[in-house]
């Protein structure tokens, strides 16, 4: 397989940065229902796990985001 060239890897970086904020939106909405009294308890635990979940895959995005933009592809050198 051909190494993507620098534009496709700054593409691929925005759509990195795109997935991490789709994440912390996620992380954000869980916050939400952790704390919303009307779900119950139990909705209100998953929700308060989700959000840990959601941020670490924000924060992977972000790694990938700057690996490709170092012109590294993620996973080669990890």
Do not use: F
């Not at 869980?30 to 635990?45: F, G, H, L, M, V």
């Not at 929700?47 to 959601?54: L, N, P, S």
């Amino acid at each position: 397989m051909a190494r993507p060239s620098r534009a496709e890897m700054r593409e691929l970086a925005a759509d990195r940065d795109k997935s991490a904020a789709r994440s912390e939106a996620n992380a954000q909405s869980a916050r939400e229902a952790a704390a919303d009294p009307t779900r119950s308890d139990n909705q209100r635990r998953q929700a308060a796990a989700t959000v840990q979940i959601a941020l670490g895959h924000a924060r992977e995005y972000r790694e990938e985001a700057a690996a490709l933009r170092a012109g590294r592809i993620p996973g080669e050198d990890w």
